[in-house]
């Protein structure tokens, strides 16, 4: 039978997979909350800054699921969240029964609920929970959580919650929580090319982007990729909080969501093929906001000058 208590730092082992630019910061704010750490990445390189914080190191997700109570996973594809969980060296080979696993992930939904039957079966529990904020959010621990599993689990694990994001929300069964984030990265896509367009008009046009920015981001037009990513465009700063190939993999997965939902999203398809040539033109691995170097092509721009 799977627990009913909530999860502290005096009885409570945290395993944590993935050591990337968000997830680094995430598990650092566990580690800073009291928690012990068992932490495991690609290569333990990745993971020296939690190690020289006190984390402890496991070579393989198995051997994190070994010992842990709770363990977390933050990787890049739906593929390395197949073989983290479910594969030959996963999390279900070794976890205890009453073990939890919190794939915060952006991943499919259908995924979502194949693990979450799998640990089932195993006496396990498991919740997806993809997270929304970027960078920015990771390092202040101001994450948006949507949750999808058992309403029971995911109460149990918001002190654990807490610490990483100000809004935790559960929206469902298993796979709810993935299908939250496909409506987050559908507003964030297409409000993208919005963010883009304008900079490049008010380029255009002779205007100082920064005081443009003063008159319209308090307003009706304000949003946080306009407060946020904005800037960073302005002063050519593309380093990815959250990179190009990734958002790419995201819009594949909602639209692929969508034509099984018999749902047209031509406004999204419209950013998967703009993200695409951006990927093209070699910018896989710039932040998002690069996409206005792929915009300013189409108008013979250049955006660094």
Sequence with gaps: MISSKSFSPEDTLIGWIGAGVMGTSMCGHLLAGGFPVLVCSRTRERA?????RGASWAETPAAVAGEADVVFTMVGYPADVREVALGARGVLTSARPGCVLVDMTTSEPSLARE????AKERGLDAVDAPVSGGDVGARNATLSIMTGGDADTVERLRPLFGL???????????????????????????????????LLYAHKAGLNPETVLESV?????????????????????????????????DMEIALAEA?????SLPGLALAHELYLALRAQGGGRDGVHALIRALARLSAVDWTA
Excluded at 259 to 263: N, V
């Design 217 to 249: 981001g308090g307003g009706a037009a304000g949003s946080w990729s306009l407060a946020n990513y904005a800037p960073r465009m302005m002063h050519g700063d593309f380093a990815p909080g959250f990179m190009v190939e990734h958002f790419i993999k």
């Design 164 to 198: 990483l994001g100000k809004t935790v929300v559960h929206q469902g069964g298993p796979g709810s929580g993935q299908h939250a984030k496909m409506v987050n990265q559908t507003l964030i896509a297409t409000g993208l090319i919005g963010v883009c367009e304008a």
């Design 259 to 263: 034509r099984r939902m018999d749902l």
């Design 48 to 52: 020296e800054p939690l190690l020289d």
């Design 115 to 118: 693990i979450h039957a799998a």
